[in-house]
Structures are given as C-alpha cells and as structure tokens.
C-alpha cells in the first residue's frame, strides 16, 4: 500500500529533485513537444527521477539554456520504508522477526500507471533531435519500459517512437 502519511515518521526524508522545470518557458515558440511515458505501471525513486531530468537537460542545453524548455510531471508522494534485518551468524537472538515492523524511511517515490507521462520538453525543430537523444539517455536512467511521443505543435499530428 503506498504511504503517504510524513508526520508520523521521525526521521522524514528529503526530496532529491532540486528543480521540476528548467529552460525558458515561451508560448508559440516551439515546434514540438516530446513526452516520456510510462508503459508499466512501476513505482520511479526520486533519485531516479532526478538523475533522468538532469541528464536530459545536460543533452539538451548542448543547444543553449534557452533553445527548450522541460518539465518533471510526475511528483513523488509514496514514503518507502526498510526493516532492516541482520543477516549475520547469530542473528536470530539480536532482533524481533516481524514483530512492530514497521520500518525505517528510506526514500520516496512516484507511482506512475501505464501511459503516464513522466517528463516532457518543448524544443524548436532544429533541435529535435537533440531532445530525441536526451530522451534516450533519460530512459536508461528510470528502470522500467517507456516510450516517447513527438507531438507537432503547429499540426494535430502525432508520431510514436520507441
């Protein structure tokens, strides 16, 4: 079950992603929006997610800081926690089983569906594929299955990619 409840863990844990949107923001400027989606329904760590936007947006400002503009869309709220177990020589005398196990924080994490979007850019059509490969280098970072769609924002047109 996902456990969203911070005030009744002490030891509660900071959230790694610094900044959920980067690039400049301007409206009918860009060509394209491309968009990373999920095809699995998977729970994403937030250091995962933060590692895949920051690696996108070191490939994409290649082109300048102000060539795109990119969005996290997805916020992670789930509070994962760990009992720890020791898995020593001896070890059944030195702790209680499943006994108040209720665990230790962790992390945190986002629970993502199947066609979720997770991140998404806008870039001009001469960086398209730039933002392609960004996107492709993000992908390695999150662990599961996803898929990219390319949407041309002048047309209603749209183009799958894998």
Do not use: W
């Not at 900044?19 to 760590?45: C, H, M, P, V, W």
């Not at 102000?66 to 020791?86: A, D, G, Q």
């Amino acid at each position: 079950m996902p456990y969203v409840r911070r005030e009744y863990i002490a030891g509660k844990p900071q959230i790694k992603i610094a900044r959920f949107s980067s690039g400049q923001f301007r409206e009918n400027q860009y060509d394209y929006k491309l968009e990373l989606l999920a095809t699995e329904k998977i729970q994403i760590r937030h250091n995962a997610l933060e590692s895949a936007r920051l690696a996108a947006n070191k490939t994409m400002a290649r082109a300048g800081e102000t060539s795109f503009f990119s969005t996290l869309k997805v916020y992670p709220h789930v509070l994962l926690r760990e009992n720890k177990m020791i898995a020593t020589a001896g070890a059944d005398r030195l702790q209680e089983g499943m006994r108040r196990a209720f665990g230790k924080s962790t992390g945190l994490a986002a629970r993502v569906l199947p066609g979720q979007v997770i991140y998404e850019a806008y870039v001009s059509a001469s960086n398209l594929t730039l933002a392609k490969d960004a996107f492709k280098v993000a992908s390695s970072k999150l662990g599961c299955p996803v898929s990219v769609r390319v949407t041309h924002l002048k047309d209603v047109d749209q183009i799958e990619d894998e």
